[in-house]
């Protein structure tokens, strides 16, 4: 399977803290983005990072990636009660088709007021 | 612009029952895509079409089969429904014609089957 594993499976923080998630693949990417879900819901893209790119941020959020290691992690600073959702990593291999993302296990979050 | 939209949102069939899922895309968007999260699997690619043709599939049976329109709205079906079909059907939808850019989800179908 080329499923992304990510750790940890679940994660509990207090509000204001940082939360770092990490995510490792198994084949060469395209690219590699991160999705939140809130329970039972759609999923909302968050970042894309592409393969010959180290490292992204967007607002709080900061991506990196290392080829070299198939890995990455998804870093939230000064998180929030409503930061409380999964997160799935998600990577686009380079021999499948266009959208066919393979997703990660995923990591809960739980952000506590 | 108005996201997603899948329809039904909820919905509970029997055993050897079919269904069919529906999908609008983003105003614009001509990819769309499926997928299947269940807890044990997590969330696998059930296929993609493009332009009214199915560009890639997953490793899901003949039982699972789609379709898209000319104004890309897209329906999925399953036949002879089996217990481990109860899922959340996620529709996501892109613009991208190339390398998978940022796919838009809607909210889900959730089929249960008894």
């Known amino acids: 399977s080329q499923q992304g594993e990510e750790d940890p499976q679940a994660l509990s923080i207090q509000e204001g803290e940082n939360a770092t998630m990490n995510c490792s693949y198994k084949t060469s990417i395209n690219n590699l983005q991160w999705y939140r879900q809130n329970s039972g819901r759609g999923l909302v893209h968050l970042i894309l990072?592409?393969?010959?790119?180290r490292e992204k941020h967007s607002g709080r959020l900061r991506v990196t990636l290392d080829t070299s290691k198939k890995s990455s992690s998804l870093l939230i600073t000064a998180s929030r009660a409503a930061d409380t959702a999964s997160y799935f990593c998600?990577?686009?291999?380079?021999?499948?088709?266009?959208?066919?993302?393979?997703f990660g296990t995923g990591t809960r979050l739980t952000v506590i007021p | 612009k108005a996201g997603v939209t899948q329809t039904p949102r909820y919905l509970i069939k029997t055993r050897g029952q079919q269904v069919t899922l529906s999908c609008s895309p983003i105003?614009?968007?001509?990819?769309v895509s499926w997928y299947q999260q269940t807890p044990g699997q997590g969330l696998q690619f059930l296929f993609e079409y493009f332009s009214e043709t199915q560009r890639n599939k997953g490793n899901f049976p003949g039982r699972f089969s789609g379709r898209q329109f000319s104004n890309s709205r897209s329906e999925m079906n399953v036949s002879t429904l089996e217990l481990g079909d109860s899922a959340l059907y996620l529709c996501?939808?892109?613009?991208?014609?190339?390398?998978?850019?940022?796919?838009?989800f809607g909210e889900g179908s959730r089929l249960t089957v008894l």
């Open positions: 990072i592409r393969s010959n790119e």
């Open positions: 105003s614009g968007h001509r990819s």
């Open positions: 998600a990577t686009d291999p380079v021999q499948t088709g266009a959208n066919n993302l393979f």
């Open positions: 996501a939808s892109s613009s991208r014609t190339g390398n998978t850019g940022e796919l838009f």
